[in-house]
């Protein structure tokens, strides 16, 4: 009675594993989809880079130099505006 008790206690381990490996090939399956889409955004993206003359390893320095532009811009453009009419116009 003993031997069919452990063949049942081993037929379970083993289809827990097999499950557990079928899950671990669908993860892995998922991973390598991912990662082939991911690949490929990557590469659009880099191909879009070039479209507008930049490097791919100067990305970063070309949107640090954006950002500083587009603060400067906005800076002026606040100077620009006449707040202290506005606030007169705003009281009234």
């Known amino acids: 009675m003993a031997g069919a008790k452990?063949?049942?206690q081993y037929e379970?381990?083993?289809n827990y594993l097999k499950d557990a490996l079928r899950r671990s090939r669908d993860l892995r399956e998922r991973a390598l989809s991912q990662k082939e889409l991911l690949e490929q955004q990557r590469q659009k993206?880099?191909?879009r880079a070039e479209e507008y003359g930049?490097?791919?390893e100067e990305l970063n320095d070309q949107i640090a130099s954006l950002k500083e532009e587009m603060d400067r811009l906005l800076k002026e453009t606040k100077e620009l505006i006449p707040w202290?009419?506005?606030e007169k116009e705003r009281s009234r």
């Open 12 to 14: 379970k381990q083993i």
């Open 54 to 56: 930049v490097k791919p």
């Open 45 to 47: 993206l880099y191909q």
């Open 84 to 86: 202290d009419l506005l």
């Open 6 to 8: 452990e063949q049942t």
